[in-house]
């Protein structure tokens, strides 16, 4: 039986999502719980990895399982055994051609910053933290030049089993409330730190480091050393995937 | 020469604003960077005390200081000195008869819930979690009640020292998007644990567990018994003090 699952963490106390040996993960300690409850060696598949730090409000998980249990208390059997960063939210079944990462049509990431001179103790561990001398608007039109489908090997970080590095970004858009900053992306796939960069790339168009003109000549020329810098993962949350 | 300063807080580890001996506390914390700075032992006052575990986005303060620093970098050397979950944000010379408690206007206040059934990792800090079985226009009924002067004696803490138990409410309202819960309230001055205790009131109103039509006499009849429970602190935050 193929179960879909929607999970909830945050990723500050974790090494990412795919798990490795002596380091604590999400999925680590989602199949340790599954394992714990069913005796299975049970392995989930993920829409897509999160990296270290990096939260998600739904990720989407599958797997296949063997188990009489109701799928609600399956779901609440689950969470009695994860720690209090990670929550299972939604729990059903699905038919056995349903992969989280291959049947995903559409994901959506959020990027949170704030732009002041004083750090914010209630943003720390949430939002980066940016110099405020920058032009809102121009970041707002850099996100424009992003929307469309578009080799990004240039945002990314290379990473050789990848077949194609062609993307399509449905929309991308900032939002703005006093001091805060929000970037939210859609795209139908990302390569591994590519919200981060773009991310990145439009906090230097802020700056004013990078021209708006220039944008176009950057994604095309396919060159990681044109894009903007990495931005930290504590402040990318993975939002949403849809089917 | 008296200062003004505006404070941020992250309450989660400490034992509230007020100095106590031998714990860790907001006050605490700023007094011991101000002596660091300027080998002065100086006394905050601040607009209210906040309770162990309750946050601020903007707390009040004021002090007397000997100093040729400009302001600005005064502040910033303090904050040099503060951990990172508390930050002045602002600071400005006032004249020597203002008083961050006494000349208080208005003081505002929120309270954070979220109705699910299973616990949110991400709001895990910041908001109670409360069971989704509720009437939220009840609630958002239940606001309007305690608007207005009254004797809020029932709805506190019991504190000895206090001369007048009477206070004025300007506005209280609950905010709903998806299943977060604010409640937000604007009042004159707040006894010991009273927007702990209203919030509670509100909630066992959503509970269907006290009657709208009873709340008046509730308020009237100045028993504590009869009011909800006081809600915990974590999600509780000083928003604003107007002056």
Redesign the interface.
């Known amino acids: 039986m193929r179960i879909k699952a929607v999970i909830?963490?945050?990723g500050g106390n974790y090494a990412g999502w795919q798990e490795q040996f002596g380091k604590s993960t999400i999925q680590g300690e989602l199949q340790r719980a599954l394992l714990d409850l069913t005796g299975q060696n049970i392995i989930l598949h993920a829409s897509g990895r999160t990296d270290a730090g990096v939260?998600a409000?739904n990720q989407v998980v599958h797997f296949d399982i063997d188990t009489n249990l109701k799928m609600y208390n399956l779901m609440m059997a689950l969470?009695m055994r994860l720690p209090?960063?990670?929550?299972?939210?939604k729990m059903e079944q699905v038919s056995a051609d349903f992969h989280a990462r291959y049947s995903a049509k559409k994901k959506i990431y959020t990027y949170r910053m704030y732009a002041s001179s004083?750090?914010?103790?209630?943003r720390?561990k949430t939002h980066l933290q940016v110099w405020p001398n920058l032009d809102f608007n121009l970041m707002q039109e850099a996100c424009r030049y992003f929307v469309g489908t578009h080799d990004f090997i240039g945002f990314s970080h290379q990473n050789p089993q990848i077949v194609s590095t062609i993307r399509t970004i449905y929309s991308c858009e900032m939002l703005k409330r006093d001091d805060d900053i929000i970037i939210k992306i859609c795209g139908n796939g990302f390569l591994h730190n590519m919200v981060r960069i773009i991310c990145g790339t439009i906090l230097k168009v802020g700056q004013r480091k990078i021209k708006l003109s220039d944008l176009p000549d950057i994604i095309n020329s396919k060159d990681r050393k044109r894009a903007g810098q990495t931005l930290p993962a504590f402040a990318l949350?993975l939002e949403n995937i849809e089917y």
Do not use: A, Q, V
């Open positions: 909830e963490y945050d939260s409000k969470n209090d960063d990670i929550r299972i939210k004083i750090e914010s103790p209630l720390r949350t």
